[in-house]
């Protein structure tokens, strides 16, 4: 069992930056791969950015790439998100979500992922 829970969302000007971060509890944190995804109102819950178990391979969707990086530290448990040049567009609730890695790779499919942050806010205002 693994117990995510996010921090660092909030509100910010257009252009800004912010760093969510995901702590997860439990053993074994390195066995898993993590991934970051959003949701915005009325919108499908997509894909932002996923990594593997040690941060040895990374994913953005097209939409995040240049302006957004994902990675780990094993010894803290905790999966990062850095977000720069921040648009109102980015605006959603951000989930980290973790999976047991079995292939030395991220993973692009929600349903690979069994467990999930509640989530935190983060709203870009133009």
């Known amino acids: 069992q693994v117990q995510l829970v996010e921090s660092g969302g909030g509100l910010v000007q257009a252009g800004g930056s912010l760093r969510l971060s995901c702590a997860a509890s439990?053993?074994?944190?390195?066995?898993?791969?993590m991934g970051w995804f959003r949701q915005a109102p009325g919108k499908e819950r997509e894909l932002v950015a996923a990594?593997?178990?040690?941060?040895?391979?990374?994913y953005y969707a097209d939409s995040v790439k240049g302006r957004f990086t994902i990675s780990r530290d094993n010894a803290k448990n905790t999966v990062y998100l850095q977000m720069i040049s921040l648009k109102p567009d980015d605006t959603a609730v951000y989930c980290c979500?973790?999976?047991?890695?079995?292939?030395?790779?991220?993973?692009?499919?929600?349903?690979?992922?069994?467990?999930w942050g509640q989530g935190t806010q983060v709203t870009v205002s133009s």
């Open positions: 439990g053993r074994s944190f390195s066995s898993y791969a």
């Open positions: 990594i593997d178990w040690n941060g040895g391979r990374t």
């Open positions: 979500a973790a999976t047991r890695d079995y292939s030395g790779s991220y993973y692009l499919q929600r349903g690979e992922y069994d467990y």
